[in-house]
């Protein structure tokens, strides 16, 4: 049950994309569209941006948008604000009843 | 307003038992699955343990398997989490957080309270 694999850094300057990878295994991200994105700010619960790979709950801006190719998947901020700079972590469904988190990356905008 | 609030927290002796409760609030709590989720500071989030709507489906991360136990009481709103022989690497601020779907996989976990922290010290 290892955790999924993420870079541990990002960076991009306001107004450019930056794309957070997440890299499993088949028998997590790659077999299963159960993939989520959480953005967490320093101090405070993480929180939802994208679930099963590409959906954004209500009030998720349309700048996060979520994709998956084979056994990674990825997040893709668009038009980098500030307040976008955070911890981010992806999450999948592992099967037989037990989910799994990535290392998380750590998104500068500089 | 759709809240989880958890407790329960606090300083343990390595080896002692601990419980934690998460009360569910503003939302059907027995149409959803829930999940325990912990973070050790400046780390990042591990998965502990799940349980479906109606505790038919339950779930555990091999590294608390045996050792931690995950309940629900629909009819209180609350969610617990029994933890049994602590050890120093169970220290984290523990979350509770509520799935998008009514079992396994959760879909995504939309609502996550601000997390109760254990410590496990002599």
């Known amino acids: 049950q290892s955790a999924l694999t993420q870079p541990p850094s990002a960076s991009g300057s306001p107004g450019q994309s930056v794309t957070i990878s997440c890299t499993g295994t088949?028998?997590?991200?790659?077999?299963?569209?159960?993939v989520s994105w959480y953005q967490q700010h320093p101090g405070k619960a993480p929180k939802l941006m994208i679930y099963?790979?590409?959906k954004r709950p209500s009030g998720v801006p349309d700048r996060f948008s979520g994709s998956k190719s084979g056994n990674t998947a990825s997040l893709t901020v668009s038009g980098l604000q500030a307040e976008d700079e955070a911890d981010y972590y992806c999450?999948?469904?592992?099967?037989?009843?037990?989910?799994?988190f990535g290392g998380g990356t750590k998104l500068t905008v500089l | 307003e759709v809240q989880l609030v958890e407790s329960g927290g606090g300083l343990v002796q390595p080896g002692r038992s601990l419980r934690l409760s998460c009360a569910a609030s503003?939302?059907?709590?027995?149409?959803?699955?829930m999940h325990w989720v912990r973070q050790v500071p400046g780390k990042g989030l591990e998965w502990v343990s799940g349980?479906?709507?109606?505790?038919?489906?339950?779930g555990y991360a091999d590294s608390v398997k045996g050792r931690f136990a995950i309940s629900r009481d629909n009819a209180k709103n609350s969610l617990y989490l029994q933890m049994n022989s602590l050890r120093a690497e169970d220290t984290a601020l523990y979350y509770c957080?509520?799935?998008?779907?009514?079992?396994?996989?959760?879909?995504?976990?939309?609502?996550w309270g601000q997390g109760t922290t254990v410590t496990v010290s002599s």
């Open positions: 957080a509520k799935a998008f779907s009514s079992g396994f996989p959760a879909g995504g976990m939309d609502v």
């Open positions: 503003g939302f059907t709590f027995d149409d959803y699955a």
């Open positions: 349980i479906s709507w109606n505790s038919g489906d339950i």
């Open positions: 088949s028998s997590d991200v790659g077999g299963y569209n159960y």
């Open positions: 099963e790979v590409t």
């Open positions: 999450g999948s469904y592992a099967g037989s009843n037990r989910e799994v």
